[in-house]
């Protein structure tokens, strides 16, 4: 079974320029979950898809961050436009339902895209 | 507002030795707890996790214990392994998960 799949791995680019980070969830898994992992904290959520719906964007800074998740499979994340303390790694998770795998209430992660604002 | 706390950023235990990670938390009404390790450039993967309603899980040789009046869980690890080196974050989960903050362990050879 094909894991989550992000893509870029790595992007830099200079303050004030867009970025956009793409997912492909594991097939079947209608949860989705951007999170940032700035360099020495875990992983904070940053929006929660439920199929193409969004189910928690509370701490999504939505005058410059954005995510779509059109059909319910694939997502994009954008960032416009970028500041310095943007610098982070956004990961991208699946479950197949919101609470996580059945028994274990597992998130699967992709490997992440590592964003450096200069 | 951190809800779930991992106190120790590192830890260092020598191979063969057991390693002890810590977690705290506030919310009861968090209803399952996570460990997951990380490697660098890579994402996160789950080790194991523990429902509320349980104060011990066990695989292989990992092992959490939940302690529920104290708000403490902890992962053990016996025996620790070179390749045990890692960062090592704990979950909480209501309708979304929390993370803590990470621990790094170091298995010396």
């Known amino acids: 079974e094909a894991g989550v799949a992000q893509s870029p791995r790595y992007k830099i680019i200079e303050k004030r320029q867009s970025v956009a980070f793409w997912c492909n969830p594991i097939s079947g898994h209608a949860t989705l979950y951007w999170y940032q992992q700035i360099l020495g904290q875990g992983p904070k959520l940053l929006i929660q898809f439920q199929n193409n719906g969004v189910v928690d964007d509370s701490q999504l800074p939505k005058d410059r961050f954005s995510a779509e998740r059109l059909k319910g499979v694939d997502s994009t994340l954008k960032i416009q436009p970028a500041k310095l303390e943007d610098s982070a790694v956004y990961l991208c998770a699946s479950s197949l339902v919101g609470g996580g795998a059945p028994n274990t209430g597992e998130l699967f992660f992709g490997e992440g895209s590592r964003l450096t604002v200069l | 507002d951190q809800q779930v706390k991992q106190n120790s950023p590192s830890l260092s235990v020598q191979e063969g030795r057991i390693s002890i990670l810590n977690c705290d938390y506030t919310?009861?009404?968090?209803?399952?707890f996570l460990w997951y390790k990380k490697y660098p450039a890579e994402g996160p993967t789950f080790l194991i996790s523990?429902?509320?309603?349980?104060d011990k899980n066990e695989d292989g040789r990992f092992t959490v214990f939940l302690n529920k009046s104290a708000k403490h869980l902890s992962l053990h690890i016996v025996p620790s392994q070179p390749g045990d080196s890692a960062v090592y974050f704990c979950a909480a989960r209501t309708y979304k998960y929390i993370f803590g903050t990470g621990t790094r362990l170091k298995v010396l050879a």
């Open positions: 523990i429902s509320s309603i349980k």
């Open positions: 919310n009861s009404m968090f209803d399952y």
